[in-house]
C-alpha cells in the first residue's frame, strides 16, 4: 500500500440535512440532519484510509471546533498533520431532497494569518519524503491567493512527488500554470478553465486532449451520472457508471479521485482503474458521505459500469 499526503485548505463540517423538498421562503421540517468532518481532501483521504492506504492529512484547521476531526481522523487512521488556525472551521450544508436534488451552500472559510501558510509550507516540506502522492483539494481559504497554491504545487514537484489538484476557478487556473501530475475537474470546472460551455462529451474530451498536450498527464473530468472521462497522456477511456437511486452527490467527486489513485498506485490497468473508481463512486451517492469499497453489491456494481475508447468506441471487459 501507498504513504499519501492529502491538503485541505480550507475544511468544512459538512452538515448534510435529509428532507421531502425544501420549500424557499417556508419553515421546512428535516428528516435527519448529520454532522461530519469534511472538505475534500479529507473526503479523499477517508477513502485511501478505506482501502489501506498509509495517509497523512494536512492542511489549515480552525482550532476553535476542531473535535470533530480529529475524532474523524483517529477513527479513520489518519495521521493528523493540520497546522491550525484561530476561529471556527465552516459548516458548509448539503440539502438533500427526496427527488435526488442536492443543494450545496458552501461557505468562504476563515481568514489565515500570514504565518499560517509559512507554517503549512514548512510541514509539507517535511512531511514530503517517502510520499507516493499528493493531493490537493478544494477551494482556497479567502486570503490565500492562486499564486501561493501554485507555489506550494511548484515546490512539491520540485521534491519529484507527483500531485494531483481538484479546485475551480481562478485557483485550478493558476494551479495549473504549475504544473500538477492530474487534475480532477467536473464539466463545469473544466468548461470555466476552458472559457466556454461544453457540452458534449466530445467537447470535453478536446479539452481534456488539450490539458494533456500543455503537460498535464492525467485529466479525470468527472460528469455527475453521465460519467467519467478520463485522458492520460493524449490517451482517453470513458466510463459510464450503474443507474443508482441518488441520495447525497456530496462526496462523488473525492471518491472518484481517490479509487483512481487507488488503482495508479496500485500499478492496475487504466481500464480496471476506472471501473473500480466510477463504481466507487456510484456506490457513494446511495448514501451520505464516501464510498464504501466494501458494499456488498460493489461486485455488481463494477459488472454494471460501463468502460469503452472514446476514438473508435471499443467497449473493455
Ligand atoms: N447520479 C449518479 N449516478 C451514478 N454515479 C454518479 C452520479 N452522480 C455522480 N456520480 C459519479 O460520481 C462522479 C463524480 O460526480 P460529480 O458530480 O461529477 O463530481 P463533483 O462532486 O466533483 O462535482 C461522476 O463522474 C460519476 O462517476
Ligand atoms: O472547498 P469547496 O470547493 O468549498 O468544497 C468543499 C465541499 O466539497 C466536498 O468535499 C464535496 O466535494 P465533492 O462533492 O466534489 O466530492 C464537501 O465535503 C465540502 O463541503
Do not use: Y
Amino acid at each position: 500500500m501507498a504513504r499519501i499526503l492529502t491538503l485541505t485548505l480550507n475544511p468544512a463540517l459538512d452538515l448534510a440535512i435529509r428532507l421531502g423538498a425544501l420549500q424557499l421562503g417556508e419553515v421546512n421540517r428535516t428528516e435527519s440532519t448529520r454532522l461530519d468532518a469534511a472538505g475534500k481532501g479529507i473526503n479523499v483521504a477517508r477513502v485511501l484510509a478505506k482501502l489501506g492506504h498509509e495517509v497523512t492529512v494536512s492542511g489549515l484547521l480552525g482550532a476553535d471546533n476542531e473535535q470533530a476531526f480529529v475524532k474523524a481522523f483517529s477513527e479513520c487512521g489518519m495521521r493528523d498533520a493540520f497546522i491550525r488556525v484561530p476561529g471556527e472551521t465552516r459548516i458548509n450544508a448539503k440539502v438533500s431532497e427526496a427527488g435526488g436534488r442536492v443543494t450545496d451552500l458552501n461557505g468562504p472559510g476563515l481568514r489565515i494569518p500570514g504565518h499560517a501558510l509559512e507554517a503549512l509550507n514548512a510541514r509539507v516540506g517535511t512531511l514530503l519524503s517517502g510520499q507516493e502522492a499528493v493531493v490537493i483539494s478544494g477551494s482556497l481559504p479567502p486570503n490565500v491567493t492562486p499564486a501561493q497554491l501554485a507555489s506550494l504545487i511548484t515546490a512539491i514537484r520540485e521534491r519529484g512527488v507527483s500531485v494531483w489538484l481538484d479546485t475551480s476557478g481562478p485557483a485550478l487556473t493558476s494551479g495549473l500554470a504549475a504544473r500538477p501530475t492530474g487534475i480532477k475537474p467536473n464539466e463545469n470546472e473544466l468548461a470555466g478553465w476552458a472559457g466556454q460551455p461544453l457540452e458534449t462529451p466530445e467537447a470535453r474530451l478536446q479539452a481534456a486532449l488539450r490539458l494533456n498536450a500543455e503537460g498535464i498527464e492525467d485529466v479525470l473530468v468527472s460528469a455527475g451520472s453521465e460519467g467519467v472521462l478520463w485522458a492520460q497522456r493524449g490517451s482517453a477511456l470513458e466510463a459510464t457508471p450503474p443507474r443508482v437511486a441518488v441520495l447525497s452527490t456530496v462526496g462523488a467527486g473525492d471518491t472518484l479521485l481517490a479509487g483512481t489513485l487507488h488503482g495508479l498506485l496500485s500499478g492496475w490497468p487504466r481500464e480496471r482503474t476506472l471501473r473500480f473508481a466510477t463504481a466507487l463512486a456510484a456506490e457513494s451517492v446511495r448514501h451520505v458521505g464516501v464510498g464504501d469499497p466494501k458494499a456488498a453489491d460493489f461486485d455488481s456494481l463494477q459488472t454494471q459500469t460501463l468502460v469503452r475508447n472514446p476514438s473508435n468506441g471499443e467497449m473493455h471487459g
